[in-house]
């Protein structure tokens, strides 16, 4: 998993809406970047939920908000449309990016081992750089932590 001082690799992907969306179109602004197991999922539907809530507050401090898993852009969609997602969901269904920042790992569950996305939340400064890393990111507690961390900065 990529670490505080690492510069976060650039990368595009297709957004709900099936545009391309670069992270260096980014530069500039600080971005909150959240990987996520799965739509509709009782934690990843929570987690989505807290950062919609907190979108404004996110907008007004020009900070951007992105949340990747490795869904479809038509589960984006739906799982946008259903719970009034106002910030960019990113699509990696070849799990690249997933890959790139080091939250595609091994999982335990039930005794079974299977490959997953590690929750996690990575803040960059306006330059590109890790300035935060969330390992391991709580679903109900993850938004407001990263957003009180940027406002302390």
Known sequence: MLEVGSKAPDFTLKDKDGNDISLSSFLGKKVVIY????DNTPGCTRQACAYAKLYDEFKANDIVVIGISKDSTASHVKFADKYELPFILLSDEQKE???AFGVWQEKKMYGKVSMGVVRSTFILNEQGEIIKVFKRAKPDLNAQEALDFIKAL
């Open 97 to 99: 990016v997933l890959q």
């Open 35 to 38: 990987f996520y197991p799965r």
